[in-house]
């Protein structure tokens, strides 16, 4: 270790480099980070009252459930990679706290217009869009932000795991608490915590003093070539591109199976909000068991086959769902198998691939590499919502779960075939290019 002189004549061990630091002692991503862990608790409760609102309020069909599944993620199909130029262009920080206001007021709308008896299901669908495209623009900004506030590469693999922890614990207690306050005040009226937690979202990222440098400025700004230059730095790239294939039959084959899980869990099981979060919340801890350990087993064990396992447990754990029946415990507990094993590949593949992403792309093109994934991921999302309707509609629930289960487990083969399961480490983290149309 070195050392520095004191006035005294005495010397002292040199304070660690920044970059050495762990990020406890960095104040400003510990207050995004709180801020951010209160909004995702908050849209835990979202994510189960706006189906259920649908289900239970409405009485709606399976095909009016998978239409407020995709229009609830096809903003992240038609808009992430506008948005993703626009991130590129400007500071994160002002649209970030744009997108959280929107939100704010577009959920809190929904028990304001049900208590007046105002809230059609076109209504509740509008509303789903609207949070769903600010929804877009904040998470291609927030992915952007954070190497901003972490600073060094070397702590981007730490960043991505609290991050993923926070997501993975809002999972575990999400559910359990949203279908306890959905029962209690009923689907509408339980999306004012979500309102809420927004309006601390804001307060806390309003407090955050990391000043954030402006994008250079380009001498000539043009859509279409900047949103080709972050497609070519996706699918050009020998670890982006694999990533960014299986991207999309991913969160199709979760989408679908969640979707098709909440009709068959209440229709054809009988089973309530209370147990339907309940089952969620206990399923999550996989989740949660994922992010805790990532950095402990991706240290351990090659980068690539981390990711091909974890994967491969989101791929073919939902064929325990069509397959759980008997006692009424019987059945909650495959539930709770089949979701946990596949949250434990989510939470820990989620910050495999993350860091692999910050890593390998220069900060100019942040803003548009995270939008094409988030098009990618998204829309797989969407069609996955609006293709589980249509087969929920045209067969029983059970065989439409089997269907589902069966493509997704198929899902191995490509993944396998994959050279990303063969990288043996993170990649070295890359220099800035010139922005587009410079000299």
């Not at 400007?90 to 959920?107: E, T």
């Not at 959905?182 to 915590?193: C, D, R, S, Y």
Request: aromatic fraction near 8%.
């Amino acid at each position: 270790m070195t050392v520095v002189d004191h006035p005294d004549g005495t010397v002292a061990p040199e304070p660690p480099a920044a970059s050495d630091r762990s990020l406890w002692h960095n104040q400003d991503f510990l207050k995004f980070w709180s801020g951010e862990a209160l909004s995702l608790f908050g849209s835990q409760i979202t994510n189960l009252a706006l189906p259920l609102t649908a289900v239970i309020y409405f009485n709606a069909t399976a095909q009016q459930v998978g239409l407020l599944r995709f229009l609830q993620w096809a903003p992240y199909l038609f808009l992430a990679m506008l948005f993703g130029v626009w991130v590129d262009r400007y500071r994160r920080k002002p649209i970030m706290l744009l997108a959280n206001s929107v939100r704010l007021v577009a959920i809190a709308m929904v028990p304001l217009l049900a208590f007046y008896d105002l809230l059609p299901i076109g209504g509740l669908m509008v509303i789903a869009c609207v949070v769903g495209i600010f929804s877009v623009l904040f998470e291609v900004s927030w992915l952007s932000f954070v190497p901003t506030l972490v600073k060094h590469p070397t702590r981007f693999v730490e960043a991505n795991q609290k991050m993923g922890v926070t997501q993975s614990t809002a999972d575990v207690a999400g559910p359990g608490a949203a279908g306890v306050l959905i029962g209690w005040l009923g689907p509408p009226t339980a999306l004012v915590v979500d309102a809420l937690s927004y309006l601390a979202s804001l307060a806390m990222l309003l407090w955050i003093r990391t000043p954030e440098p402006a994008p250079p400025r380009a001498a000539q700004r043009h859509v279409g070539r900047e949103l080709l230059e972050g497609v070519r730095w996706v699918f050009g790239h020998r670890l982006l591109r694999p990533l960014a294939l299986l991207a999309p039959f991913t969160n199709f084959s979760l989408t679908c199976v969640s979707t098709l899980f909440l009709l068959y869990a209440v229709r054809d099981k009988g089973l309530n909000a209370a147990t339907v979060g309940l089952i969620l919340s206990v399923s999550a801890v996989g989740a949660l068991v994922g992010a805790l350990v990532s950095r402990a087993i991706i240290r351990l064990f090659p980068v690539g086959l981390v990711y091909g396992v974890a994967l491969a447990a989101i791929y073919t754990t939902p064929l325990l769902i069509p397959l759980a029946d008997g006692p009424r415990p019987v059945v909650v507990g495959l539930f709770m198998l089949s979701l946990l094993l596949g949250y434990l590949g989510s939470g820990l593949s989620n910050v495999v691939q993350l860091t692999i992403r910050q890593t390998s792309t220069p900060t100019a093109l942040m803003g548009r590499m995270n939008a094409a994934f988030r098009t990618l991921l998204f829309g797989g999302a969407a069609l996955g919502g609006l293709v589980a309707g249509l087969i929920g509609g045209a067969m029983s629930l059970r065989a439409a779960l089997t269907v589902v289960a069966v493509g997704s487990a198929a899902m191995v083969v490509p993944l396998a075939l994959s050279s990303v399961v063969r990288l043996r480490t993170m990649p070295e983290p890359v220099g800035d290019p010139a922005p587009a149309g410079t000299d």
